[in-house]
């Protein structure tokens, strides 16, 4: 990563509630052709995440904390703040020396840009400006949170905006919050109602829709120079697991995230 910082634009994509086996499940069947053709290998790699919901795993991320591999470690990590006795920080890690890795890289030269998704990235509060707060520049609107159905392809606009809008030579981190998947996400299956609520099947659905859209933002963020992108999870949710429902808890289904990180060359 000491080669890839200040080199290549940098992009974090957190596709927010994603469970793991719903995406490894797309992914095998040829459903989520876009985002499949990244992955290394076609397949997702299965980690525990950092949090059981949104503000402490991104508060985690946002510290170098990505999701962990389930294998036993310890493992030494893409991003780090230095700090003494850190057994994860290796010679290949990015060690910044800010409380957060967001200012790191904008100490390193970086325009920092958030387009925020579920309500912790909202600025509608206190609470809802904290993490988009860690960045130079932050988007959030309604029609890019979960209660809309076309929440990421506005999403994805705005981002295609930022890369435009900058001097070629700015390197850039874009970090942008997915809200598509997480609940309402019934109007993304065709003939689901709303009385009839979410499931593992709209969730799928989802998915889908935002694969259909993610190679637009991918084009966007190669189309100046090389990009590197951590695409992954911030933790799963429940559809009636073993009685649980939601996230916020410590279920499988919402600790094991699907993760991957990979380049996109240049397309300009």
């Known amino acids: 990563m000491n080669e890839v910082v200040g080199r290549d634009d940098l992009l974090l994509l957190t596709l927010d509630t994603l469970r793991h086996d719903v995406a490894v499940e797309l992914a095998a069947a040829g ?25 402490a ?6 510290a170098g904390f990505l999701p962990t591999p389930v294998t036993p470690g310890p493992h030494p990590r893409l991003f780090a703040a230095r700090f ?7 010679g290949r890690t990015y060690v910044f020396d800010t409380p957060d890795l967001v200012s ?3 100490a ?13 990235f909202n600025r509608q509060g206190a609470l809802g400006s904290v993490l988009p707060g860690l960045f130079q520049e932050s988007h959030w609107e309604p029609e890019f949170g979960v209660a809309s159905p076309t929440s990421f392809e506005a999403q994805v606009a705005r981002a295609e905006q930022v890369v435009a809008e900058l001097p070629h030579e700015q390197r ?14 019934w109007f993304h299956l065709p003939g689901a109602t709303r009385a009839a609520g979410d499931s593992p099947e709209t969730h799928a659905a989802a998915l889908e829709y935002i694969d259909r859209h993610v190679g637009r933002l991918f084009a966007a963020m190669s189309a100046r120079r090389r990009c590197f992108a951590v695409v992954c999870s911030d ?23 699907p993760y991957a990180h990979f380049f996109l060359e240049p397309t300009g």
């Open 31 to 55: 459903r989520i052709p876009h985002l499949a053709r990244h992955l290394p290998g076609g397949t997702w790699e299965k980690r525990h995440a950092p949090g059981s919901f949104t503000y």
């Open 57 to 62: 795993s991104h508060q985690a991320m946002f």
């Open 84 to 90: 003494a006795g850190s057994e994860t920080t290796a």
């Open 104 to 106: 790191g890289l904008a």
């Open 108 to 120: 390193a030269g970086y325009r920092t840009v958030c387009v925020g998704g579920v309500g912790f």
């Open 172 to 185: 850039l981190f874009l970090f942008v919050n997915a809200a598509a998947l997480h609940q309402p996400n």
């Open 235 to 257: 933790h799963g949710t429940a559809y009636g697991d073993d009685g649980y429902t939601g996230h916020r808890l410590g279920h499988e289904a919402v600790w094991t995230v």
